[in-house]
């Protein structure tokens, strides 16, 4: 049964310090791991695609990677504006064409002025 | 691009009566729809998957007769669910994926509380 494991559950941050969260994941093949933002009340906002080990990608303030086991979202500098909870998901190679994610639980995001 | 929308954004019912979700891929067109269910401070969990023309897939534990899905067209799929109860309030989340096969665009959510 593939899993996702997020860590910390909460994070608080002051304006300009930077962190990194984690996401553990175990899966029977992976075909991608994915990093979503959700407001309160809203759906998930689509961050980061990443496939294989190694990978790295970057938007503003958030760069994500990948290893063979967990993920790590790494925030530079974080304003206010980036409070949300983070989810990570993976996707596994079950069954043509079912893409398939299993989220983890998520890490909520709190960044004081 | 990639946007999805829900409707309605929220809804209040009585228990007893059926309440429909409909969700659209409004730039794209999504061969495969997911419905997802999120309680609070949890996670999303999955209830089904649909493809356009196909029945919908349905996760252990989730009941196809209470919980229908359409999925008439390349952009709109749409959930029902039948003579709700209390336990059935909960946040509805749909996403599409289409465009770029792996990756799933979420609607923006419907909060369903029942009386």
């Known amino acids: 049964e593939d899993q996702v494991t997020q860590s910390p559950e909460a994070l608080r941050l002051q304006e300009g310090e930077s962190s990194s969260l984690n996401c553990s994941y175990t899966v029977s093949g992976l075909r991608g791991l994915f990093w979503y933002r959700q407001d309160p009340g809203k759906g998930p906002e689509f961050l980061f695609t990443?496939?294989?080990a190694g990978e790295e990608k970057e938007k503003e303030r958030l760069k994500a990677t990948l290893t063979k086991k967990e993920s790590f979202l790494h925030i530079t500098a974080p304003k206010p504006e980036d409070s949300a909870t983070y989810l990570c998901a993976v996707q596994a190679r079950s069954g043509a064409g079912s893409y398939q994610l299993t989220f983890g639980k998520g890490t909520k995001l709190s960044v004081i002025p | 691009g990639a946007v999805v929308s829900q409707h309605p954004s929220w809804v209040i019912c009585k228990s007893g009566t059926s309440v429909k979700i409909e969700c659209r891929s409004l730039?794209?067109?999504?061969?495969?729809m997911f419905w997802y269910r999120q309680f609070p401070k949890q996670s999303l969990m999955l209830m089904a998957t649909?493809?356009?023309?196909?029945?919908?897939?349905?996760e252990q534990g989730v009941e196809k007769d209470k919980f229908l899905i359409n999925h008439a067209s390349l952009t709109l799929s749409t959930l029902t669910v039948t003579s709700a109860h209390p336990e059935d309030s909960s946040f509805y989340i749909c996403?599409?994926?289409?465009?770029?096969?792996?990756?799933?665009?979420f609607g923006p959510g419907t909060r369903l509380l029942v009386l």
């Open positions: 990443l496939y294989s």
């Open positions: 649909s493809n356009e023309g196909s029945k919908a897939t349905y």
């Open positions: 730039d794209f067109q999504a061969t495969t």
């Open positions: 996403s599409a994926s289409g465009g770029s096969p792996e990756t799933q665009y």
